[in-house]
């Protein structure tokens, strides 16, 4: 794997973080088959409290993106690491379960022990799953929406457009700038 580690607002990268980059990237390397052609673009940025990495995969099928928050620049890649690996195991499962039901693949992958997908869900799911919600949805226009989210001192709300009777999301954007996610069904 090519790993391409730059730095943003002033920033550059020292060989140290270079190389604890690359080395955390070759653990991903196994869940690629063609791994040739595989480039990892590591992007450092560092603001006055805290540093920002965002690593990017682009592969023929999916763009692999993680962007973390962190203290320190080798905790953010550690945690980026550990998003885009979770990122991988869901997509492979996805196609596992669509392949499964195919006539002929399905045998393949059955016979195949070294994919435990039930083991996989699980891991999944108890590392990443904290927490589980219902809410009610109240329509009011995004206005209302957008002071209901600030009340609760959150950074989205999901709620029913009075306007356009979507199930929609309202969210505070990085730039605090407010967005608007509608649904369609």
Known sequence: MKVIVRGKNKFVPSDAIKQYATEKLQKLEQYFSSRE???ANVLCKVYESYQTVEITIPTKNVLLRAEVK???IYGAIDLAIDKLET???KHKSKIYKSMKHRS???QFYASQSDFDVEKMKTEILS???VKSKQVDLQPMTPDEAILQMEM???DF???MNSETKKVSVVYL???QNYGIIETNY
């Open 157 to 159: 709300f999901v709620f």
């Open 104 to 106: 002929g693949v399905g």
């Open 152 to 154: 609760l001192g959150h």
């Open 87 to 89: 990122q991988i195991r």
């Open 173 to 175: 954007r990085e730039d």
């Open 70 to 72: 962190n203290q320190t």
């Open 127 to 129: 590392t990443n799953l």
């Open 37 to 39: 052609n595989l480039e």
